[in-house]
């Protein structure tokens, strides 16, 4: 199982690739709505980012909810073994 562990790490650390997130004009345009906008006002590049991050916990919230089912599972399998 460790070797599982250490090799998917392993893979996902070599595998690792820097890519580009943005078209060069949409990064423009958030990045100076953003610099040019008042402190308390809604602009395009703050509901941008919070839309990258609700899109990013969504795995997140996927794995951890299997996770937990798979715990409870084991959890359950265990005390019915004794």
């Known amino acids: 199982m460790m070797k ?3 090799f998917v790490f392993a893979m ?3 595998s ?8 060069p004009m949409c990064k ?6 953003r610099d ?5 006002e809604q602009n395009v590049g703050n509901g941008m980012n919070k839309g990258i991050l609700f ?5 997140y919230f996927l ?3 299997a996770g937990f089912v798979y715990y409870k599972a084991q959890k359950k ?3 019915a073994h004794g």
């Open 63 to 65: 794995i951890g909810t």
């Open 12 to 14: 996902m650390i070599v």
């Open 55 to 59: 899109l990013l916990s969504a795995p």
């Open 28 to 33: 423009a345009a958030l990045t100076s709505s």
């Open 4 to 6: 599982k562990i250490v």
């Open 16 to 23: 690792s690739v820097e890519l580009g997130a943005q078209c």
């Open 36 to 40: 040019h906008g008042k402190k308390n």
């Open 77 to 79: 399998k265990k005390l």
